[in-house]
Nanobody, 123 residues
Framework: VQLQASGGGLVQPGDSLTLSCVTSRFTLDYYTIGWFRQAPGKEREAVGCISNTAENPNYADSVKGRFTIARGAAQAQNTVYLRMTSLKPEDTALYFC???????????????WGPGTLVTVSS
C-alpha cells in the first residue's frame, strides 16, 4: 500500500507551499502519518509526524515553527497536509509521506514508499 505525496514545485526563498498526502486504499484518520524528505546526496530524514491518537504533531528542529502537519476536514478527510512557510534553499528535497499503525513514526512504516514530490527552493 502506497501513499501519494503531491504539490511540490519550484518556489523562491521565503515562499510557502502545501503538500498533500492521499490514498484511496484506507482511511488516513486511523493511522499515524509521517512526512519525510531526502535532499540530493543525503539520507532520508523525518520532517514531522501526526499521531492517530489526536496528540499534537511533532516536528524536526529544522522545520519547527515553519512547517505544520494537519489532517484534512470535510471533503478532504482522507488527506494529510504539510504546510510549509518561510521556505529556505536547504528545504529543497524529495518529500514523502508514510503511514504507521502505531502512535509514532519510528521504524518501518506500514505503507511502502511512494515516488515523493519534489520541492525546490531557489531564487
Amino acid at each position: 500500500v502506497q501513499l501519494q505525496a503531491s504539490g511540490g514545485g519550484l518556489v523562491q526563498p521565503g515562499d510557502s507551499l502545501t503538500l498533500s498526502c492521499v490514498t484511496s486504499r484506507f482511511t488516513l484518520d486511523y493511522y499515524t502519518i509521517g512526512w519525510f524528505r531526502q535532499a540530493p546526496g543525503k539520507e532520508r530524514e523525518a520532517v514531522g509526524c501526526i499521531s492517530n491518537t489526536a496528540e499534537n504533531p511533532n516536528y524536526a528542529d529544522s522545520v519547527k515553527g515553519r512547517f505544520t502537519i494537519a489532517r484534512g476536514a470535510a471533503q478532504a478527510q482522507n488527506t494529510v497536509y504539510l504546510r510549509m512557510t518561510s521556505l529556505k534553499p536547504e528545504d529543497t528535497a524529495l518529500y514523502f509521506c508514510a503511514a504507521y499503525t502505531r502512535a509514532s513514526c519510528q521504524g518501518t512504516p506500514f505503507s511502502s514508499w511512494g515516488p515523493g514530490t519534489l520541492v525546490t527552493v531557489s531564487s
